[in-house]
């Protein structure tokens, strides 16, 4: 099992920015997909972003494609989530989230691991 922390969340005016942090331990692999995912209130939970500890394979929700990055630190074992043009509707509380699978996805079923997430909130 991997365990994860997630920091960075908070209230933010719409148009702004904030940068969330993963801070990953345990079983880590460079195999492992590290992916972010939302959910709102009375939402399911929806993917966001992910990407591998190795090189390449990022890929985003269309939502968020052009808005958020994702990127890691594979020193620190940290994996960020930097938003920038936020909107209300990206608010949400965030999860960090890890996957064995070695290929892409998106579904939050084939992530076993979990973060307790972190609020974030934007303001029009």
């Known amino acids: 099992q991997v365990q994860l922390v997630e920091s960075g969340g908070g209230l933010v005016q719409a148009g702004g920015s904030l940068r969330l942090s993963c801070a990953a331990s345990?079983?880590?692999?460079?195999?492992?997909?590290m992916g972010w995912f939302r959910q709102a209130p009375g939402k399911e939970r929806e993917f966001v972003a992910a990407?591998?500890?190795?090189?390449?394979?990022?890929y985003y929700a269309d939502s968020v494609k052009g808005r958020f990055t994702i990127s890691r630190d594979n020193a620190k074992i940290t994996v960020y989530l930097q938003m920038n043009s936020l909107k209300p509707e990206d608010t949400a509380v965030y999860y960090c989230?890890?996957?064995?699978?070695?290929?892409?996805?998106?579904?939050?079923?084939?992530?076993?691991?979990w973060g307790q997430g972190t609020q974030v909130t934007v303001s029009s």
């Open positions: 989230a890890a996957s064995p699978f070695t290929i892409p996805t998106m579904k939050v079923s084939d992530f076993e691991s």
């Open positions: 345990g079983r880590t692999s460079s195999n492992y997909r």
């Open positions: 990407t591998k500890w190795s090189a390449g394979s990022t």
